[in-house]
């Protein structure tokens, strides 16, 4: 049995997409991080870090396994399945790249711009636009990248394209568009397509609901 707690966030979409992608059952609890609830003594146990996503898989080979951090949670599933993610060689090396890429670079650009633009307590005109400048580079790094490649990490669907579209499904949150990078609207398209991606979305969407 594989748990989730998650919410409606651009880093749990990548898990939940991966597990319907995997055709993997599980359970999905939501933390509502918009109430502190990720600060709660029972989550800080999870994770001390108090971030979601966080995966236990009750099923795991020795013992049960309480994992955090979505890029190793999408590592560990891939593996689990043996799908998503090439066993060895560059195709792999690949995959690892962009993972890397995305939390080296992608991931805090987006994260950043949006929270200078929307929650700092002052507005700082400086933070705004070097993150803002930011983000908008890296997009350009992968459009131009997508441009000779079919998915990010090469000629087939990986774990590297779920992780870069997790981000990209909330790019209006650093206020983002895909105007001027064709390519990766093009990719994003295709990806938003596919059912388990459409399936994984709907799943978090659920937890920022109104009840």
């Not at 049995?1 to 939940?16: G, L, Q, W």
């Not at 108090?50 to 309480?66: F, G, N, S, T, Y």
């Not at 805090?108 to 933070?127: T, V």
Request: glycine residues 6%.
């Amino acid at each position: 049995m594989i748990e989730v707690y998650a919410f409606a966030t651009p880093n749990s979409v990548k898990v939940t997409i991966a597990l319907e992608e995997l055709d993997l059952a599980y359970a999905l609890h939501g933390i509502n991080i918009r109430q502190g609830e990720q600060g709660t003594t029972a989550f800080t146990t999870l994770n001390p870090n108090q971030k979601v996503p966080v995966l236990v898989d009750h099923d795991a080979r020795d013992e049960k396994l309480v994992l955090t951090e979505s890029a190793a949670i999408l590592v560990y599933l891939a593996e689990k399945t043996g799908r998503l993610l090439p066993a060895t060689g560059a195709e792999r090396a690949r995959v690892f790249e962009q993972l890397f890429f995305h939390a080296s670079a992608l991931s805090p650009a987006f994260g950043q711009s949006g929270f200078f633009q929307r929650f700092a307590s002052e507005k700082l005109p400086l933070a705004i636009e070097r993150f803002d400048k930011e983000a908008k580079r890296v997009l350009h790094v992968l459009d131009t990248l997508l441009a000779h490649r079919d998915f990010v990490a090469g000629d087939h669907f990986t774990i590297a394209d779920i992780a870069h579209f997790g981000w990209l499904w909330r790019r209006s949150f650093p206020g983002l568009t895909l105007d001027d990078t064709p390519h990766i609207a093009r990719w994003y398209e295709r990806i938003a397509a596919r059912p388990g991606v459409q399936r994984g979305i709907a799943r978090v969407e659920t937890l920022a609901a109104p009840n």
